[in-house]
Nanobody
Framework: QVQLVESGGGLVQAGGSLRLSCAAS????????MGWFRQAPGKEREFVAG????????RYIDSVKGRFTISRDYAKNTVSLQMNSLKPEDTAVYYCAGDDLMSGTVFVSAPQYDYWGQGTQVTVSS
């Protein structure tokens, strides 16, 4: 059974940085595309960033381009999201997700993903 466990969330002032990590176990991490989604109160879950199975392709929503960086470590079975220049509108619960299709494409649709973590809260104060 695949498990994804996020860590690294917290409270930070606007302009600050956080690094989220997601540890994967129980599956073939090496073949999964991985994504980060977020959900703010009263809003739908949205795609934030993703990386394909071999790490060659990444994708970001426009609002985080140039501020967030997704990366993966095959030796540690982790995927990370480095978040810089944080804004209050980045406040949300952030979820790690895995897609086991082994496609070169990074999908932005949540139903495409097969495995989900429990989420970690990120709060950015103004």
């Amino acid at each position: 059974q695949v498990q994804l466990v996020e860590s690294g969330g917290g409270l930070v002032q606007a302009g600050g940085s956080l690094r989220l990590s997601c540890a994967a176990s129980g599956g073939s991490f090496r073949t999964y595309a991985m994504g980060w989604f977020r959900q703010a109160p009263g809003k739908e879950r949205e795609f934030v960033a993703g990386i394909n199975w071999n790490g060659v392709s990444t994708r970001y929503i426009d609002s985080v381009k140039g501020r967030f960086t997704i990366s993966r470590d095959y030796a540690k079975n982790t995927v990370s999201l480095q978040m810089n220049s944080l804004k209050p509108e980045d406040t949300a619960v952030y979820y790690c997700a895995g897609d086991d299709l082994m496609s070169g494409t990074v999908f932005v649709s949540a139903p495409q993903y097969d495995y989900w973590g429990q989420g970690t809260q990120v709060t950015v104060s103004s």
